[in-house]
């Protein structure tokens, strides 16, 4: 019995020795990751900026388009005589005024 410890304690240390130089090198690697993983969290990629730029423009136009079709049907009930509308459709007019200048134009083809 007493001879089979050292063996046992070779095959041990034979297999250990894998697992070891693993952990070793998953805690020297740990730091770079995990700064790598904080550089592309902080850091924004060019496509990714494209695209919320893009959900911007058209978030605004969006609101562009509403606050055109509450114009339009103001505008209607100002011609028809109700003055509340009209003040309204001023209101409208200005918010419209205000969004225009933040959409970019659309290239001439």
């Known amino acids: ?33 995990v700064a790598g993983k904080a550089v592309d969290v902080a850091t924004t990629s ?6 919320k730029r893009g959900r911007d423009i058209r978030k605004r136009e969006e609101e562009l388009g509403k606050l055109e079709r509450r114009y339009e049907k103001e505008l209607k009930r100002c011609r028809e005589g109700d003055q509340r509308s ?10 419209m005024q205000k969004i225009i200048p ?5 290239p001439d083809d």
């Open 46 to 51: 060019q496509s990714e900026a494209d695209e």
């Open 102 to 106: 933040t959409i970019p134009a659309e």
């Open 86 to 95: 009209c003040e309204d459709a001023r209101m409208t007019y200005l918010d």
């Open 1 to 33: 019995m007493h001879r089979a410890a050292p063996l046992f304690a070779l095959a041990a240390a034979i297999a250990l020795n894998g697992c070891v130089a693993r952990t070793a090198a998953n805690i020297i690697t740990a730091p770079v990751k």
